[in-house]
């Protein structure tokens, strides 16, 4: 069997130099680097496994995990959940998970908060990205200082990372098309409703999903207005009443993102009666019970568990084993839920 000190005699380098390559730690420079991976592959070098949880161990790594925290973002309280079974679970191998929750969104605040991770010097960070000048520039110094990422919930663009793990919104989106075609029989006017507009990017990406499946297989439904949403926001649903009211002909309305679950009640008082079929996304406990209700006839579900869980997983088999993510998004599966199985 091949050891560590095989491949430090073969590379005339010290057992310690070695290590530092296989553990990922700073201190050797770029071409001796290469050469010991490359006798490290050459020679089929396979680590103990035990040997190497002991040394995670010893290590203890310090992650940091960023999410939006308020009642507003209700599901992001399931990915929550989910990242603090994945941190108890990983503590029995020596790794701390820090959890910030974003409870504002004003600059002042964020730079408060992202200073205080950066003062924590964490080994890797999982985050729901921000498209703000201070979570960008927080994330370009933690790549400037080699420190991992992995983004959940939301990809953006705007910093290298190591893996995306999230929704499809796009997808999603289709299936959501899908899902009004079903309960129009493929015939009628959609409405469109949400509690953010076309800047936010699961909006744009659900929407073009939408429109696309729409264009290409639904010749019979139309949306009203162009698509151009409905907003409600902090209980004003002037707008998605109106779109109710001043459309009788419409036969669905799909709401992209929910924010506020009154807007479902408010959806059937309007309709005074009549059959309209309400397609949203998500499975918070209140949706539940307006699904058993009637007030949601399907929502589209995107496992906020694996959310939650896979970003720490592949942060730690990255920063503990070296071993990079089979690929760059884990998209979550798209699961529909109707009355009958909640």
Not at 120 to 145: C, E, H, V
Not at 193 to 210: I, L, Q
Not at 227 to 236: R, S
């Amino acid at each position: 069997m091949v050891t560590i000190k095989d491949i430090a005699k073969r590379a005339g380098v010290s057992r310690g130099t070695v290590d530092r390559v296989l553990n990922n730690r700073p201190g050797v420079n770029p071409e001796t680097e290469a050469k010991v991976r490359a006798l490290i592959e050459e020679m089929g070098y396979r680590p103990n496994m035990a040997g190497q949880i002991l040394a995670v161990k010893k290590r203890r790594l310090h992650l940091a995990f960023l999410i939006f925290h308020g009642p507003e973002f209700v599901f992001h309280l399931d990915i929550l959940h989910a990242a603090r079974d994945k941190a108890a679970e990983l503590r029995e191998f020596g790794v701390t998970v820090d959890f910030y929750l974003v409870r504002q969104l004003d600059t002042p605040y964020l730079e408060r908060l992202f200073r205080e991770v950066e003062d924590n010097q964490p080994d890797g960070i999982a985050a729901l990205p921000l498209r703000t000048t201070a979570f960008m520039s927080f994330i370009q110094r933690m790549n400037a200082k080699g420190v991992p990422t992995v983004f959940f919930n939301l990809d953006e663009d705007f910093a290298p990372h190591l893996a995306y793990v999230g929704c499809d919104y796009v997808q999603s989106g289709r299936v959501a098309a899908g899902l009004v075609s079903l309960c129009t029989e493929g015939r009628g006017q959609v409405g469109i409703a949400a509690a953010d507009g076309p800047n936010s990017p699961s909006f744009a990406g659900r929407m073009g999903g939408f429109s696309q499946e729409l264009s290409a297989n639904h010749p019979g439904l139309s949306m009203v207005d162009g698509g151009m949403p409905a907003l409600f926001h902090n209980g004003d649903f002037t707008e998605v009443v109106d779109l109710v009211e001043q459309n009788p002909d419409m036969k669905a309305i799909y709401i992209v993102n929910m924010g506020d679950y009154g807007v479902c009640q408010e959806i059937h008082r309007a309709a005074r009666g009549r059959n309209l079929a309400v397609i949203t996304h998500d499975l918070a406990p209140a949706q539940q019970e307006l699904l058993k209700n009637g007030l949601i006839s399907a929502t589209i579900v995107q496992q906020p568990d694996i959310q939650g869980s896979l970003p720490l997983q592949l942060l730690y088999e990255y920063l503990a084993f070296g071993t990079l993510p089979a690929k760059s998004k884990f998209f979550t599966d798209l699961h529909i839920c109707i009355s009958q199985n909640v």
